[in-house]
């Protein structure tokens, strides 16, 4: 009689640990495909953005290029409207997605696997043309916060004390005080490619390490960079041209 009942206690056990753990699985999956979903949608904006050019594209290309992925559109100030002379186009690949619709299983999910992420996409437009593109890629978990912001516009003053950009005049990477920067001039061909971003990443059990693994063509450039920048520690350098930095 108590072996019986021993053994009925042990298969109802079982039948709810079994009942458990494909729920957990299949929430896992559920979670795993929708996030595949955000990465594609978030790789299609980056590269339809690219095919976008600073100083060139015009007014009607951008608002184009936001009605297909159900951008923001307001001036340079939320509280004003997007006008031809001034306009800040705002994007993420996950606006209105499933998670934002049912904010409790998104609480869920971030505690099941103790990360999450977000990519931005920011455009402004002045005078009837493209002036600038901003793209975050943000990517956390309990214990870090990794962010890398790549930008596209003209360079100005702010460039003139940074090392990087003195090497190169076109593009510069290097570690901020919160985020890894990466800047490049609308001139620039070849250095594009330190755009990339890896959002393939977020997709791994491992998850994304660090910049390395979010941006590795621009993390390659910083450290070759640093190491010119090393080599010439201390040397007089030559002081920057109103040209240089404009």
Known sequence: MV?????????SVACCAGTIIAALLGFALFVYSINRWEVKNAQRMMEDVAQLQVQASSFADVLAFSRKYNGEATGTWHD?????SNCLISLAPDKDDFWVRHPKLAYAKVRILSNEWHLYILMWVKNGKLSAVEQWFVY?????SNSVITEVSPPNLRFCGN???????TFAAN??????????????????????LNVDCVLR???????????????RAYENDLRLIDATEGKPREPASDSECR
Request: aromatic content about 10%; glycine content about 4%; some cysteine.
């Open 3 to 11: 072996s019986n009942l021993y053994m009925r206690v042990l298969k």
């Open 80 to 84: 004003q409207p997007c006008l031809e």
């Open 140 to 144: 956390l978990t309990p214990k870090v």
């Open 163 to 169: 090392p990087y950009y003195r090497l190169h005049h």
């Open 175 to 196: 570690p901020g005080p919160k985020h890894f920067d990466v800047w490049v001039s609308p001139s620039a061909i070849q250095e594009r490619q330190i755009l990339r």
């Open 205 to 219: 059990i491992p998850g994304c390490k660090g910049v390395p693994d979010m941006a590795p063509a621009a993390w």
